[in-house]
């Protein structure tokens, strides 16, 4: 039988329901597709958007990205949204084997 790890289950719990509601707020945006939200890609204060599908969030490249943006951010963005704090030639190289994946 398994080990039930309780604190690591309610982490996740916490770190999903704090994502949702930022997805929740992109996805108000008309220029947002349903299945997509939005983020916002750049080390600098330049930085770029970009609408990527949900079925990212399945893909460990993608939650390690994400990870990076919580250790840099938590979950406040002065963006209004998701920032990942990566340059852009590191996110179309995970977004572009993400596509070949999916």
Same mark, same amino acid.
């Given at each position: 039988m398994g080990i039930i790890?309780? =604190?690591?289950?309610?982490?996740?719990? &916490? $770190?999903?329901? &704090?994502?949702?509601?930022v997805l929740m707020r992109n996805q108000i945006s008309n220029d947002v597709p349903k299945g997509h939200f939005a983020v916002y890609v750049g080390e600098t204060d330049n930085k770029k958007r970009y609408v990527v599908p949900i079925a990212y969030?399945?893909? /460990?490249? @993608? $939650?390690?990205?994400? $990870? &990076?943006?919580?250790?840099?951010? +938590?979950?406040?963005?002065?963006? +209004?949204?998701? /920032?990942? =704090?990566?340059?852009?030639? /590191? @996110?179309?190289?995970v977004t572009s084997r993400l596509n070949n994946c999916l």
């Open positions: 790890r309780l =604190p690591s289950i309610i982490s996740s719990v &916490k $770190q999903f329901h &704090k994502l949702h509601s969030l399945n893909q /460990t490249s @993608f $939650q390690e990205l994400l $990870q &990076k943006a919580e250790e840099e951010f +938590g979950f406040q963005h002065s963006m +209004g949204g998701l /920032t990942i =704090p990566c340059n852009e030639d /590191t @996110f179309f190289h």
